[in-house]
C-alpha cells in the first residue's frame, strides 16, 4: 500500500505531462492546418475561376463562330408555342389581339415563356450574323432590338416567379401578357431588319419563324 502511495503521483505527473506536451503539439500544429486549409481554398477558388474562364472563353468561341444554320436551328418555332395565333400580322405588325388571360392559355404558359426567353437572345445572334455579313442598319434600330430583348427577359422571369411563388393567377398572366407584347416589338423589328438592311437573308430568317 506504501508503495502504492509512491508511485501513483509519479503516475499521475506522468500523465499530466504528457498530456500538456500533446495539446502544446496540437495548438503548435493550428497555425499550420489554417494554411492548409487556406490553401486549399485558394486553390479551389482558382480553380473554379479557370473553369469558368475556359467555359466562357470557349462559349464566346462558338458564338463568333456559329453559322446561320446552326442559330436558326436553336430558335423554337413561333408555331411551337402558339404565338402566331395571338396577331395575324404578328411579324410585320407590333401588338398582340389577346388579353392576359389568352395570352397564358394560347402560349402554354411558362413553356411558350421560356420559348420567349430563349429566342429573345438568339434574335440577337441572328443580328449579329447579319450585320457581320454585310447588313447596315441604323444604330437606333440595334437600340430598339436590344431593348426589346432585354424587356422579354424580365418579364418572363418576373412572370414565372410569380407564377412559382404566387397562388394568384393574375401578376403571372399579366407579365405574360407584357413578355408577348415585347416579344412581338422584337420581332417586327426584326421583320424591319433583315427585309430592308439584309435582303439576302430575309427568305431564310422568314423560314425559322
Not at 48 to 68: C, D, F, I, N, P
Not at 113 to 133: I, K, P
Not at 183 to 188: E, I, T
Request: proline share 3%; charged share 20%; hydrophobic share 45%.
Amino acid at each position: 500500500m506504501r508503495e502504492l502511495t509512491h508511485v501513483l503521483p509519479e503516475l499521475l505527473r506522468g500523465f499530466t505531462e504528457r498530456a500538456i506536451q500533446s495539446r502544446s503539439e496540437r495548438f503548435a500544429r493550428l497555425p499550420e492546418i489554417e494554411d492548409m486549409s487556406n490553401s486549399f481554398l485558394i486553390f479551389f477558388v482558382l480553380c473554379t475561376l479557370g473553369v469558368y474562364y475556359l467555359y466562357w472563353r470557349r462559349r464566346q468561341h462558338r458564338m463568333r463562330a456559329s453559322s446561320w444554320e446552326w442559330i436558326a436551328s436553336q430558335v423554337a418555332s413561333n408555331r411551337e408555342f402558339n404565338f402566331d395565333t395571338l396577331s395575324r400580322k404578328y411579324l410585320y405588325e407590333d401588338g398582340i389581339d389577346a388579353t392576359p388571360e389568352t395570352v397564358w392559355e394560347k402560349i402554354n404558359g411558362v413553356m411558350g415563356l421560356w420559348s420567349m426567353f430563349r429566342n429573345a437572345g438568339l434574335f440577337l445572334q441572328l443580328v449579329d450574323y447579319a450585320t457581320e455579313h454585310g447588313a447596315e442598319p441604323p444604330e437606333e434600330l440595334l437600340e430598339s432590338l436590344r431593348a426589346d430583348a432585354v424587356q422579354v427577359r424580365i418579364a418572363v422571369l418576373i412572370s414565372i416567379g410569380k407564377y412559382l411563388s404566387t397562388c394568384s393567377q393574375v401578376a403571372p398572366r399579366v407579365n405574360a401578357y407584357r413578355a408577348a407584347m415585347a416579344y412581338s416589338s422584337m420581332l417586327a423589328h426584326m421583320t424591319k431588319l433583315f427585309q430592308n438592311h439584309s435582303t439576302m437573308l430575309f427568305p431564310r430568317f422568314l423560314e425559322c419563324m
